[in-house]
């Protein structure tokens, strides 16, 4: 019987490393540990506290997700691509929100 898996995994298309980037890696992994750079700058961080990662605000209210490593696991590609829905109407709302302004 073949496995369910999801219908992304093992493909190029959700992972991609760059190593050759100046910033590589941006943040603290164990050596050898894959490291997804598919989402560089992470789509969740504009959903503040409903994100899912491991970050702190600042006392200056800056998103501090500096310890977060969410985006940049192998496994993870799944969790953003469904919070794809959630950012979209989290964009829109605000998008109404300055239009009432």
């Not at 970050?55 to 940049?72: E, Q, V």
Request: proline residues 5%; aromatic residues 16%; glycine residues 6%.
């Amino acid at each position: 019987m073949e496995e369910n898996k999801p219908y992304w995994e093992g493909k190029h298309f959700s992972f991609y490393t760059n190593k050759e980037c100046e910033y590589y890696p941006c943040h603290k992994v164990p050596e050898g540990q894959d490291f997804n750079c598919l989402f560089c700058y992470c789509p969740l961080y504009m959903l503040g506290r409903d994100c899912g990662g491991n970050f702190k605000y600042l006392d200056s209210g800056i998103k501090d997700c500096s310890n977060c490593t969410l985006p940049h696991k192998r496994e993870n590609y799944g969790y953003i691509a469904a919070k794809f829905q959630e950012i979209a109407k989290a964009m829109a709302d605000r998008e109404r929100e300055a239009e009432h302004k």
